[in-house]
């Protein structure tokens, strides 16, 4: 099993910042990939960025230059510095990480989501 906690948002004005945190935990093998995704009300999820093992990133065109995905190998976290944060941006953001599980015999592969974290952008 895999516990992704997540932590950071919060209410802030167009313009500020916010730095979310997701920590995973449990018996990880390895982990390939850690993402973010969000979730406004009445749309569908979508992807903000992303970040691989080797450090390669991807970003959706909406936040390209504001938004900034790194991550911890050592503590098998990942981290979103937003900045210049838009009304739009106001969503549920979610962590996401996949990659393998340690077991007796052999690994097995995983993909978990975080709880959420609730992100709001007052005009």
């Known amino acids: 099993q895999v516990q992704l906690v997540e932590s950071g948002g919060g209410l802030v004005q167009a313009g500020g910042s916010l730095r979310l945190s997701c920590a995973a935990s449990?018996?990880?093998?390895?982990?390939?990939?850690m993402g973010w995704y969000r979730q406004a009300p009445g749309k569908q999820r979508e992807l903000v960025a992303a970040?691989?093992?080797?450090?390669?990133?991807n970003y959706a065109d909406f936040v390209k230059g504001r938004f900034t995905i790194s991550r911890d190998k050592a503590k098998n976290t990942v981290y979103l510095q937003m900045n210049s944060l838009k009304p739009e941006d106001t969503a549920v953001y979610y962590c996401?990480?996949?990659?393998?599980?340690?077991?007796?015999?052999?690994?097995?592969?995983?993909?978990?989501w975080g709880q959420g974290t609730q992100v709001t952008v007052s005009s």
């Open positions: 449990g018996s990880i093998f390895s982990i390939n990939g």
């Open positions: 996401n990480v996949e990659g393998r599980l340690s077991s007796e015999r052999y690994t097995l592969p995983f993909n978990s």
């Open positions: 970040i691989t093992s080797g450090g390669k990133t």
